[in-house]
């Protein structure tokens, strides 16, 4: 019985030790980025932003960060918003508070290795309450020498520049 109990808890620690190392394998496979956004003087309400991976056909792949956590405004993203309600994603841990004029907010993105240099774009959408949206305010390329340089934005941004961790 004994002898029984010791392969049994050997076998155990074995399948353990597997899991833990294939699990560790497979967070290993995103990276880390600290990405600056610094908004324009503009005046009113704070911009809601929607941070999204592009996949190499322009179609959105996955939200990476939401900037204003008031739901009842993500209707106006007109381009994301189709891709948020078909895909239901759950963005609850990757939103923050919307960001005003001038102000500069740094976030953390998470994103898979593998879209590195494989043609993905990272789009910031911008939307202020009464004032003009922007489907594309600005646009990372997703390679390694894209994502060193400030990108200028086309409306409420006036840079992102994304610092890899």
């Not at 999204?52 to 918003?81: C, Q, R």
């Amino acid at each position: 019985m004994n002898r029984i109990y010791k392969t049994i808890t050997t076998i155990g620690f074995v399948a353990l030790i597997c899991t833990t190392l294939a699990f560790t394998s497979s967070n290993n496979t995103h990276a880390t980025y600290k990405c600056i956004v610094q908004l324009t003087n503009y005046s009113g309400e704070g911009a809601y932003i929607a941070v999204s991976l592009i996949n190499p056909d322009g179609a959105y792949e996955k939200t990476l960060y939401m900037f204003g956590d008031d739901e009842e405004w993500y209707p106006d993203f007109k381009k994301w918003w189709p891709f948020f309600e078909a895909k239901k994603e759950n963005i609850d841990a990757i939103t923050g508070e919307s960001i005003i004029g001038g102000e500069r907010k740094i976030i953390s993105l998470k994103i898979d290795s593998s879209k590195i240099d494989a043609g993905y774009k990272l789009r910031f959408e911008t939307a202020v309450e009464d004032k003009e949206y922007y489907s594309n305010d600005a646009e990372v390329v997703f390679n390694s020498e894209s994502i060193k340089n400030k990108v200028t934005g086309n409306g409420y941004i006036r840079y992102i520049r994304m610092i890899p961790n």
